[in-house]
């Protein structure tokens, strides 16, 4: 059985107060409320991700992490933040490649592979973001776009190295538009990633891979979108800002 992750996102959002706060309420509603094995993943700010982590201490399931690190793995260069770092604050995953990262820092697949190898050699997890824009998808692309996003960000991992790799496919243009792909959409692609997967790799590792959807997932439309066979989790930002909207996303997770 894979593992099904549920993983907030809070991008530039929230002081140490609120986000400490958030992480406090959330952590315990999820354990009162919820009785699922999904995993469950708050990625704070960096400067936040000590506090978030040492408060998540002892809660099981519950884990931080972050969203992005350098490709580098130390020295001069102002500003960036290491994996090590990273893991020596506690965290367990990284975002690498999230479409905003992508778009605004022109991050490319051959600079995210360095930054997943960076992860992995400093023990973290990495999320690793798929998916198209609206002009890729209307124009037929994104198959090819998302294709060559995951061969050139991860095919140069062993099989010990993949098996370690979350993927999150989040349509651009479903991201925080309250435009979410509808399930058929989703499955579609997720399927083609584990396709992707199989004929680089083989079958069984390409049914190991957790693959989350991102895109405007809201309470409303979590479940019907974790009851298709090849989503295995979320990959959350806005409605994880929220405790009460965060948790009843984990409670749709009930396989
Ligand atoms: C995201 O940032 O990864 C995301 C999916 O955002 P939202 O849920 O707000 O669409």
Not at 9 to 36: F, Q, T
Not at 104 to 117: G, P, R, S, T, V
Not at 176 to 181: E, R, V
């Amino acid at each position: 059985m894979r593992k099904k992750i549920i993983a907030g996102n809070w991008k530039m959002n929230k002081n140490l107060e609120e986000g400490l706060a958030l992480v406090s309420e959330a952590s315990n509603m999820i354990k009162d409320e919820y009785n699922g094995n999904a995993l469950v993943v708050f990625i704070p700010p960096f400067i936040h991700i000590n506090a978030v982590s040492k408060m998540l201490e002892g809660y099981e399931n519950q884990f931080s992490g972050a969203q992005n690190c350098s490709n580098h793995q130390s020295g001069a260069y102002t500003g960036e933040i290491s994996a090590s770092m990273i893991k020596s604050c506690g965290a367990n995953y990284v975002i690498i490649g999230h479409s905003e990262r992508r778009q605004y820092f022109n991050e490319h697949n051959q600079w995210l592979a360095q930054k997943i190898d960076a992860c992995l050699k400093n023990n973290l997890l990495p999320i690793y973001c798929c998916g198209e824009t609206l002009e890729e998808r209307e124009s037929e692309q994104h198959f090819q776009v998302i294709e060559s996003q995951i061969k050139e960000g991860l095919f140069h991992l062993n099989v010990n190295d993949f098996l370690k790799i979350t993927i999150a496919y989040e349509p651009v243009w479903a991201i925080g538009t309250g435009k979410t792909a509808s399930t058929a959409q989703a499955q579609e692609v997720h399927a083609f990633i584990r396709t992707l997967i199989a004929s680089h790799y083989s079958n069984e590792i390409a049914n190991e891979i957790t693959i989350q959807y991102g895109g405007s997932v809201k309470p409303e439309n979590a479940a019907e979108l974790f009851a298709a066979p090849d989503i295995d989790g979320a990959l959350i930002g806005g409605a994880a800002l929220q405790s009460r909207s965060f948790t009843d996303i984990v409670k749709a997770m009930t396989h």
